[in-house]
C-alpha cells in the first residue's frame, strides 16, 4: 500500500521517513554493469514513485513478504529460480518474471549483458507500463549476435570537440546499450600514429577522446573497435631516403603501442575507397602492416574487416585462413541505402560458400540518405533484420553494423535559429532515436510489434498525440525508402532524395552491369546537381521485383506489358500508385498534428517530429509525379508522341506544386545541410531547378530510330524428327540458313548524346525482348531455334547476360556451349562466360515452350539477351618496386591452362630512364607473377603493354606512380581507367571508357592531375592536348582557399589537327589536403568528348 515508507539515510545509517513506497533493490555487486543496472532500475521506480533501497547483500531483504527486486545469475538468487528455467545459452539472453512463492521480482541471466539487458526490460516496464509490481513475465534471446552502431571518428582533429564534453560520451553509450547494440564501430581515417600520446598535442587530445569513450562504453558492457583506413597509412607517399620496409616497421611500432595503451579496444580495418580492386598485395599490406602487429599483443582477439574490393576466394586464403580466430567481414547490404533492399545487392555468392568457415559476415547499413528529417522504418527493418536471421543460423552471419552518417549524432546545426531556440534535445542521437532503437531492439528480438514502441510516444506525448505519432511514422515510413530503392544510386553521394540533389561523384555498375551514379555534369542540361526527369528517366531499380522506367518503356516498346517467367514485378505507374496511397493516408495525420499547441516542449517536440513527415509527404506527391512524367517522357522521345508529351507535361505540374509546398515548409525549419548543398545555399534555389523539367519536357528531340530483322525457326514438336534434322542440317552443321517461320522486327534507339546513348544501349535491349508466342501461332510447337549474330568485337571468347525471360541451349560453332537443362549456373544473371571457334559468327538459341503460369493461365515466352566481349585471361598492375613494375596475369579460362603467353612492352613519352625490358617470372603458384624491370625520370612517360595467347591479345595500359613520374594522372572515377591512345598527332593518354552497353554514364572526359608533394604552390600549369577538329573548351579545375566550388580556369578553341600547349594561370596560394599528398586538379573538356592529353608540367 502507498503510504509512509522508510528507506536507509546515507549519511547515518538510520531509517527515515519518505514519501514513496520503498522497494529493496539487490545486484549481484561483481558484475561490471552493476552500476549501470542499479541507475537504470533505481530512476525507473523514481519515475513510478518508489523510492528504491539499495541492499548490499541477499541479507538485507526484507522477510516480512515485503516486495523486492533481485537481479543475479540463477545460481545466485536462492534457489527463486533454476537454471533449467532458462531455456537458452546465450550470455545476452535474460528473464524477467515473478518469484512463484515470494513476493519478489527477479531478473537473471547467465551473462553480464543478459543481466544488464533484463535490468533495463525491468525498468522499462515499471516506468513507462505501471507494471511493477505485477510484472508480466517476459523473455529475452537475441536474435542477431552483432548488433552494431558506427559513427566516424574524428581522432584528435579540431571538430571533434563533442566527444570531449562529458555528456555526449555517457548519453551515447547509455542509448546503445538501451536500445540492444553491443558493438561500437569507429571508422577513423587518420594514422594509428595520431591516436598515440607521445605523437603531440593531437595525439595527446585524441588518447583522452578515445579512452573517455571506452571507458563510457565499457560501463555499459558495449565493445569497441576501431576501424581504420589502411590506405591512409600503406598508401602515403614515400619519404626522402624511405623504404617501403622502413614505413611498414613505423606502422608496426604505432599499431603495437596503440594495443598496449587501449587493452579494451578490438581492431578493424575498412578502407574509404570500397570501390577499389583489392588483391594479394592488400592482403600482405594489411596483414603484415596492422593485424599481426595487433595479434602479437592480442592473440586471439576478433578482428573486423572489410570485405569491399576483395575477391573472397582472395580474402580467405591469404587472410581469414591465417588468422587464429575466425575474422569478422563487413560487406555491404544495399550500397548506402540499407532498407532499400530485402537481400543483399552486388554480393559475390563465393562470400557464404566458403569452407572452412574462416570468418562471419557482419552486414553494412551505411545510410547518407537522410541528411535533416528523421526516417524510421519499422517493419522494413523488421523484415531485413528477419532476412539476415535466417542467415544467422548459419555459422557465417554474424549480425549488421548501422552507420547512419547522414545524421548529426553530436549537437544538431542544422535547424534554423527560431527552431534552435526551442527543441528540447541536445544531441541528434536524441532525435533520431526512434530509428536507432528499431534496428538496435528488432535485431535482438524482431518478434516485438509496433506496439512495443508506442509506450515510447505514450510517454512523452501522452496519449492521443502518441497514438497519432505512431499512425504518422507507420504511415509515412514507406515514402524514402520506396524512392530511394526505385530511383536507385548505389552510394549515397550520388542523390540525396531529401532534396533530389546529386552533388557526388558516382557509383559502381548497376545490376546489368551499367554505371549508375550522375557523373556525367559537365555542361548543358546534365550541368545541374538536381536529379532531372531526364534520370529519372534513365535509372536502375535496386529490388528486380520493380520495374526502371527504361525496362518498363524498352518492354512497351517490344510488344509487352511486363517480362516474362518469372514473378510479377511492379511497374512505375503501380510504384507511384503506391506512393499515393501512402500520402493520402498521411495527409489526414499531419493535418491533426499540425494543429498541436507549441507551449509544452513535449509537444513542440510532437509537432517538430509531424513536420518532418509532412516534408515526407510532400516529397512522395512530388516523387510520384516525376516517375509518371519520366514514364511518359520516354516513350513520347522514342516514338515522337505529343500526346505522351503533353500528359509528362501536365504531371509534372502537379509535381511542381508539391515541390513548391516542401522548398517553402523546409525552409522554415531547416538549414540547407551544407555537404549538400554548399555553404551559402538555400532551399528556395532548388525550385527553379526542378521547374526546369518543363523545359526538357517541352524542347527535348526525339531520339533516332532503326531497326533490324530477327528470324525464328519452328515451332518444331520437342524429340521429333524434323527437330533432329534442322539441329544437325542448320544448327550443327554448316548448310546456309532457310527462309524463317517468323521475323521479328527489333527497334533501336539512339541519340546524339553520348550520355543518353549510354541508357538507349540499356533500353534497347530490353526493346529487343522476343515475345515468342506471337511467332508460333499454334499450341503444338514446342521448340523454337533463333540465331543471334555475333557482334564483331567478340572473337573466340564472350559473357552472354540473359537479361530478361528464359532459354534452353546455346550452341556456338555447332557445339552446345549452355544446356540449362542441366541447371541454370548460379552468375547468369550476372552473364555467363563462352567460349567458341572466333570464325563462328551465329550463336543459336533454343527455347522450349513453357507451361501456362498457374495463378492466371497466361503463357510467358521470351527472351532477350545481351552478348559481351570477353578474353582468356586479364592483366593487372600489380605495384611498383624499385627494379620496375610487377603484372599479375588472372586466368578467365573455364578449364584448361595458360601457357606460353607473349608479351610486348611498347614504352611511351620521354620520360624513360630505363625502357622496359623483357619480363621476368616471379611466381607460378594461382597467379602467374611477372616483373617487368624499366624506370621512368620524373618526365611524361607511360607503358602499353600486350600479352597475346592463342591469337587473343590483352592489352594494359600504365602509368608510373607519383614517386616515378612528374606527375600522377588518376582517373575521374572508379572504371574510368586512363588509357593510351595513338592518335594521327602521336601517343596520348585519355580517359575514355566504352563497355559492352557503351554505357558513358562516368565522366569519360576528365582526370585528376596531382602534383608532387614538394611542388609548392605551382604558379602554373601547361597541358598538351589534343582538342580535335571540333571546339571544344578545356577546364582546369583546384581548389580554392575560399570555401565553396573550385576555382575554374577555362581554355575554348575552335578545333585543329595538331597538339596544343596550353598555359592555365594558378593562384598564388592553392589549399593543400590535409593529408599533405599534394595538390589534386581536375581537368575535363565540357563537351562529352574524350580528353586527350600527353603532356603535363607544373612551374
Known sequence: ARGVGWCKSRAAGELVPTASPVVPLWALADVTAHAEIISEVSAALVRAEYQPLICATTAELPEDGSPAILIAPPERLMGLVSAS?????????????????RPFVIVTAIGERGLLYGAQELAERIALRREYPEIFPREGRPFLDLRAFGIDWPGGKEGGEVFDSAPFPWGFTRHLARNRYNLLALHYSGRASELLESSGPLGERAHRRLRNLLREARKRLIEVVL??????????????????????????????????????????????????????????????????????????????????????????????????????????????HPEA???????????????????????????????????????????????????????????????????????????????????????????????HALWGRLGYDPRLGIEDFAPFFTDGFGPEVGAALIEEETAGEEILWRVSRFHWRYSSEDWYPEACVAPGDGGPRGILGNRTGPIYRDRGEWEDPFESILEFAFSLTADPRELSIVESAGYELSGVRMPAQGPKRLTPPQVAEILRRHCARLEAIVGRLDRLSQDSKALFTARHMAADLALQRLLGVYYRSKILAAHDLLLALCLDSEELRENARQEIERGLAAWRAFVERADRLYHPPPQVFGATAEWRDLIPSAERDLAIIRTHPAFSRSSREQPVYGPFV??????????????????????????????????????????????????????????????????????VPIPDTIKGFMRLRLVSGAIDEVVWGGRTVLDLQEGAPAEFSSGVRL????????????????????????????????????????????????????????????????????????????????????????????????????????????????????????????????????????????????????????????????????ALLFRVNETYLQAPRETDSPRALTVEWLPGLTPGRLVAEYPSTRQGAPARSVFETEGMEGWIRVTFPLPDLLEHPSDESGILIRLSREDHRDLWVREVVFE
Open 227 to 336: 576501424c581504420f583506413d589502411p590506405d591512409s597509412d600503406l598508401e602515403t607517399p614515400l619519404e626522402f631516403l624511405d623504404s617501403p620496409l622502413r614505413r611498414r616497421e613505423a606502422w608496426s611500432a604505432s599499431v603495437i603501442e596503440l594495443a598496449r595503451a587501449f587493452p579494451n579496444l578490438q581492431i578493424g580495418l575498412r578502407p574509404a575507397d570500397e570501390n577499389r580492386a583489392r588483391v594479394v598485395g592488400d592482403c600482405n599490406q594489411w596483414f603484415d602492416g596492422f593485424i599481426s602487429p595487433w595479434l602479437s599483443e592480442r592473440p586471439y582477439s576478433e578482428v573486423l574487416l572489410s570485405g569491399a574490393g576483395f575477391d573472397p576466394l582472395v580474402f580467405e586464403t591469404e587472410i581469414a585462413r591465417h588468422l587464429p580466430a575466425p575474422a569478422v567481414v563487413a560487406l555491404k547490404w544495399c550500397g548506402d
Open 718 to 787: 520437342a524429340g521429333s524428327s524434323e527437330v533432329a534434322e534442322f539441329e544437325a542440317r542448320i544448327v550443327r552443321g554448316t548448310e546456309p540458313l532457310p527462309n524463317p517461320s517468323f521475323v521479328f522486327h527489333i527497334p533501336s534507339f539512339y541519340s546524339e548524346n553520348s550520355v543518353e546513348q549510354g541508357w538507349l544501349d540499356i533500353l534497347n535491349h530490353y526493346a529487343g525482348y522476343l515475345d515468342l508466342e506471337r511467332a508460333t501461332g499454334s499450341t503444338e510447337g514446342e521448340v523454337l531455334w533463333i540465331p
Open 85 to 101: 528455467e532458462l531455456n537458452f545459452n546465450h550470455p545476452e539472453g535474460y528473464l524477467v518474471r515473478k518469484a512463484r512463492d
Open 341 to 435: 533492399c530485402l537481400a543483399p545487392l552486388f554480393l559475390e555468392e563465393e562470400w557464404v560458400l566458403q569452407q572452412p568457415q574462416d570468418y562471419r559476415i557482419l552486414w553494412v547499413m551505411d545510410d547518407q540518405d537522410v541528411r535533416c528529417m528523421r526516417s524510421a522504418y519499422f517493419e522494413r527493418a523488421r523484415q531485413i533484420v528477419k532476412r539476415m536471421g535466417e542467415a544467422n543460423r548459419v555459422a557465417w552471419s554474424a549480425g549488421f553494423l548501422f552507420q547512419p552518417r547522414g545524421e548529426e549524432l553530436g549537437p544538431e546545426t542544422l535547424n534554423r535559429e527560431s527552431v534552435a531556440e526551442r527543441i528540447p534535445w541536445k544531441f541528434g542521437y536524441q532525435k533520431h532515436w526512434y530509428r
Open 835 to 998: 567460349a567458341g571457334p572466333p570464325d563462328s559468327r551465329l550463336l543459336w538459341i533454343r527455347s522450349n515452350r513453357p507451361a501456362p503460369r498457374p495463378e492466371d493461365g497466361r503463357l510467358e515466352w521470351g527472351f532477350a539477351l545481351a552478348l559481351q566481349p570477353d578474353l582468356p585471361f586479364v592483366l593487372e598492375e600489380a605495384g611498383w618496386e624499385p627494379e620496375g613494375l610487377v603484372v599479375r596475369v588472372r586466368s578467365q579460362l573455364l578449364s584448361g591452362r595458360l601457357d606460353n603467353i607473349r608479351f610486348r612492352a611498347l614504352p611511351v613519352g620521354e620520360g624513360w630512364e630505363t625502357p622496359p625490358q623483357d619480363p621476368l617470372l616471379l611466381s607460378l603458384a594461382g597467379e602467374r607473377t611477372f616483373l617487368i624491370p624499366c624506370r621512368a625520370n620524373r618526365s611524361w612517360a607511360a607503358l602499353r603493354l600486350e600479352a597475346e595467347w592463342r591469337g587473343e591479345l590483352v592489352r594494359l595500359d600504365v602509368f608510373p606512380p607519383l614517386h616515378y613520374s612528374h606527375v600522377a594522372l588518376f582517373p575521374g572515377s572508379e572504371g574510368a581507367l586512363p588509357r593510351l591512345v595513338e592518335t594521327p598527332a602521336g601517343w596520348c593518354a585519355s580517359t575514355s571508357v566504352r563497355d559492352w552497353q557503351n
